[in-house]
């Protein structure tokens, strides 16, 4: 069945470094897609979203990348702190009626001092 | 800011007993939902709900589970006959609209543990 997934599930950058945490999906009629941080005893904490007619969207100090021709989320998370380390979690959504999200997997972002 | 509340953070119950777990979405928000996420996996829709009724359910969501609106402010999920494959975190999520281009917020979750 279609899915969304993500390609690493742990990932370890020394602080004040970038991080790129990637994500593939597999419907091609999602349309809505969002990236979500979740620290560990807490739920889902929304980051950025993007819609299918962009293929890029920033935030403060995350940038959203969508490729459409090859199916691919990615979350770019600039001059990282220590409490950035969480695990992110790419949702999307094909829109209509009240649609749940499909989550991928999860990556664990962990922030070296 | 407001916020999705969960209530209870954790609920430990025995096999085959009932279960009712409560949520509180955002005031103003129209869909709510419930999702599941088991220890160490990713984040599985189970329902939602719109204007009192059942619009979306997973293969998840079978007969053992309900969802009610009991009185315009809370949203609760029961799971009738609990079994041991049911431990998991539980989160309500709401949002004001639905569909594409909808973020839902999500609340702490209760962690239910089935012994």
């Known amino acids: 069945g279609e899915s969304v997934g993500l390609h690493l599930p742990t990932l370890s950058v020394q602080e004040g470094d970038n991080s790129i945490i990637n994500c593939a999906y597999s419907?091609?009629?999602?349309?809505?897609f969002i990236w979500y941080k979740q620290e560990s005893g807490k739920g889902p904490q929304f980051i950025i979203d993007?819609?299918?007619?962009?293929d890029k969207r920033q935030g403060q100090r995350v940038t959203v990348l969508l490729n459409k021709t090859v199916k691919h989320l990615s979350l770019q998370i600039a001059a990282t702190q220590p409490g950035d380390s969480a695990v992110y979690f790419c949702?999307?959504?094909?829109?209509?009626?009240?649609?749940?999200?499909?989550f991928g997997k999860g990556t664990h972002l962990i922030i070296q001092p | 800011e407001p916020e999705v509340t969960q209530t209870p953070s954790h609920q430990v119950t025995q096999m085959g007993q009932e279960v009712i777990l409560r949520c509180v979405p955002i005031?103003?928000?129209?869909?709510f939902y419930w999702y599941r996420q088991i220890l160490g996996q990713k984040v599985e829709f189970l329902v939602s709900?719109?204007?009192?009724?059942?619009?979306?359910k997973s293969e998840i969501f079978d007969d053992q589970f309900s969802v009610e609106r009991p009185d315009g402010s809370n949203f609760t999920l029961k799971i009738r006959s609990t079994k041991l494959e049911d431990s998991a975190m539980y989160f309500c999520?709401?949002?004001?609209?639905?569909?594409?281009?909808?973020?839902?917020?999500f609340g702490q979750g209760t962690r239910l543990t089935v012994v």
């Open positions: 999520a709401s949002s004001p609209q639905s569909g594409a281009n909808t973020e839902a917020f």
């Open positions: 419907n091609s009629a999602s349309d809505y």
């Open positions: 993007i819609r299918s007619n962009m």
């Open positions: 949702a999307e959504n094909s829109g209509g009626g009240a649609d749940g999200l499909t």
């Open positions: 005031s103003n928000h129209l869909y």
């Open positions: 709900f719109y204007n009192n009724e059942i619009s979306e």
